[in-house]
Structure formats: structure tokens, C-alpha cells
Nanobody, 126 residues
Framework: QVQLVESGGGLVQAGGSLRLSCATS?????????MGWFRQAPGKEREFVAA????????DYLDSVKGRFTISKDDRKNTLYLQMNSLKPEDTALYYC??????????????????WGQGTQVTVSS
């Protein structure tokens, strides 16, 4: 079983920064193909934020976060990060970490991921 545990959320003023972390643990060898960050605001569908290939490190971003958010990983620590700068009130949401071992065609789809964390709340005040 693969477990993902997010941390780092909180309340921040507009223009501020937060860094989310996602620690990965597995009871068996888990070959990750990609990991991603998604978010869900109240009354809205879960949306893609950023993704990274575990081998090679290529990245994808939601257009509205490009230049403000950076996804990265630490292979030794089996940890995924999301550095969020210049935060806006519209970034307020529950942020989820996700992982897939499948070689998927698109990393931006919710259905591409098999494992999810419990989420960490990010609230940006104006």
C-alpha cells in the first residue's frame, strides 16, 4: 500500500508564500512514473495544479500558476514539494498530492493517478 502525507498548508496573506510537502511511503517497492498536485475549492471540481515525472523531472503546470508555483522532488527523501509564491485569494483550496505508477498519456487528469493523500488546506486572505 502506498501512503502519501501532505503538510505545509496554512493561512497566508495575498502575496505571501507557502511550501507544501508530500512524504511517500510504501510497504512494497513502488515505481513511480509521475507525481502531481491537485486542488479543490468548495463547490468546485478537483483541478490539476502541477506534475513532475519521477525519472527525468519534466514538469507541467496549470496556466494560472506558471511563474508562481514550482514543483520539485527529493529522491532520497521520497518527498514531493510545491513551492507557492505570490499567492492569491483564488489559490485558496484543499491541496492534494497524487502518485501514479502507470505510464499515462496525460499527467493533468485526475484519473491518471492511483494514490492520493488526505489533503492540506491553503487559505489566502486578501
Amino acid at each position: 500500500q502506498v501512503q502519501l502525507v501532505e503538510s505545509g498548508g496554512g493561512l497566508v496573506q495575498a502575496g505571501g508564500s507557502l511550501r507544501l510537502s508530500c512524504a511517500t511511503s510504501s510497504g512494497r517497492t513502488f515505481s513511480r512514473y509521475a507525481m502531481g498536485w491537485f486542488r479543490q475549492a468548495p463547490g468546485k471540481e478537483r483541478e490539476f495544479v502541477a506534475a513532475i515525472s519521477w525519472v527525468g523531472g519534466s514538469t507541467d503546470y496549470l496556466d494560472s500558476v506558471k511563474g508562481r508555483f514550482t514543483i520539485s522532488k527529493d529522491d532520497r527523501k521520497n518527498t514531493l514539494y510545491l513551492q507557492m509564491n505570490s499567492l492569491k485569494p483564488e489559490d485558496t483550496a484543499l491541496y492534494y498530492c497524487a502518485a501514479t505508477g502507470r505510464r499515462v498519456n496525460s499527467r493533468v487528469l485526475v484519473t491518471a493517478y492511483d494514490y492520493w493523500g488526505q489533503g492540506t488546506q491553503v487559505t489566502v486572505s486578501s
